[in-house]
């Protein structure tokens, strides 16, 4: 018999900051290897990756699929996102670095392990990428998903509304306005309307306001504050074939420049930005299971 999952909610304090984590495991969490997945600029971590699909199997869930693989994971919010606290200014990577440090600290001491699994997905790179170089010694493994770069199609829509990041700390977005992130350079045909109805339904109700910071900060500021060089850590770069924020343009010389000489570079078929959620979403589970499940 398949051991039954479990969620359970945690609250993390960081310096007055209240941090939302959602953790599931299968059975019991002793003795398994836990991940964290630390999410992008548009919702927190249990909507990004534990999205329950009705009728759909298996599970679209990448929380509950690395459950069922023997792994005990757990999705932050951030400050600014989902359930966590919301400042009234303007968040920064910095921020959500620290975040993210004081979750992983958190998930060590309540786990009872010295290392974490790590994937980032999209702006998640940035944060997660300055925790790997600054404390390489809590991070087992790392997964780079949907790393944007400069130059990608999607930056360039979005340095145009510079001015307007800067003047917004946050933008409200209806249940409607969330559909677009599935498409883009994305074909239909990837897409299964049950899976983008059920997320842009999951957001709306959570995701009351999203913070611009992530957005103001990667148009200016971006490049500076990750160096592959510095990254001493099994690393997998994986994206889908239709990303229009990470490509072989921008993935390949990061990836070439990737510190630790153990590292994979994987392009997922049939699969855009929001690739864990599309039609080749099973390749991208078994990857990633498969890269944590590693020595």
Same mark, same amino acid.
């Given at each position: 018999m398949t051991p039954e999952i479990r969620g359970i909610e945690h609250w993390v304090d960081n310096k007055g900051v209240k941090l939302y984590v959602w953790e599931k495991y299968a059975g019991s969490p002793a003795a398994k290897r836990a991940v964290v997945l630390a999410h992008g600029s548009g919702t927190g971590g249990r909507e990004s990756f534990d999205l329950q699909v009705p009728g759909k199997?298996? /599970? =679209?869930?990448?929380?509950? =699929?690395?459950?069922?693989? %023997? @792994? !005990?994971?757990?999705?932050? !919010?951030? &400050?600014?996102? %989902? &359930?966590?606290?919301?400042?009234? /200014?303007? /968040?920064?990577? @910095?921020?959500?670095?620290l975040d993210l440090n004081a979750v992983i600290d958190y998930v060590r001491q309540l786990r009872s392990v010295e290392q974490v699994g790590l994937l980032a997905w999209s702006y998640a790179n940035q944060y997660a990428g300055i925790l790997v170089m600054k404390r390489p010694e809590t991070v087992h493994r790392y997964v780079a998903y949907a790393m944007h770069h400069l130059y990608s199609p999607d930056m360039a829509r979005r340095r145009p509304k510079l001015d307007w990041y800067q003047n917004n700390v946050y933008v409200e977005r209806k249940e409607a306005e969330w559909k677009p992130r599935f498409f883009s350079m994305t074909p239909a045909e990837v897409n299964d309307p049950d899976v983008v109805d059920a997320y842009s339904k999951a957001a709306a109700q959570v995701e009351k306001r999203t913070p611009t910071g992530p957005d103001r900060d990667r148009i200016t500021s971006m490049q500076p504050w990750i160096s592959p060089k510095l990254m001493r850590v099994p690393t997998m770069v994986i994206h889908g074939q239709y990303d229009d924020q990470a490509d072989l343009d921008g993935g390949i010389p990061f990836f070439e420049r990737l510190a630790h000489p153990y590292k994979k570079y994987v392009v997922v078929p049939n699969a855009g930005h929001m690739c864990h959620l599309q039609q080749s979403y099973a390749v991208f589970q078994r990857e990633v299971a498969s890269w944590f499940r590693g020595p």
């Open positions: 199997q298996p /599970t =679209y869930s990448l929380m509950d =699929y690395l459950a069922h693989e %023997g @792994f !005990d994971v757990f999705a932050p !919010d951030v &400050r600014g996102f %989902g &359930r966590s606290s919301h400042p009234e /200014t303007h /968040t920064e990577i @910095f921020q959500h670095f």
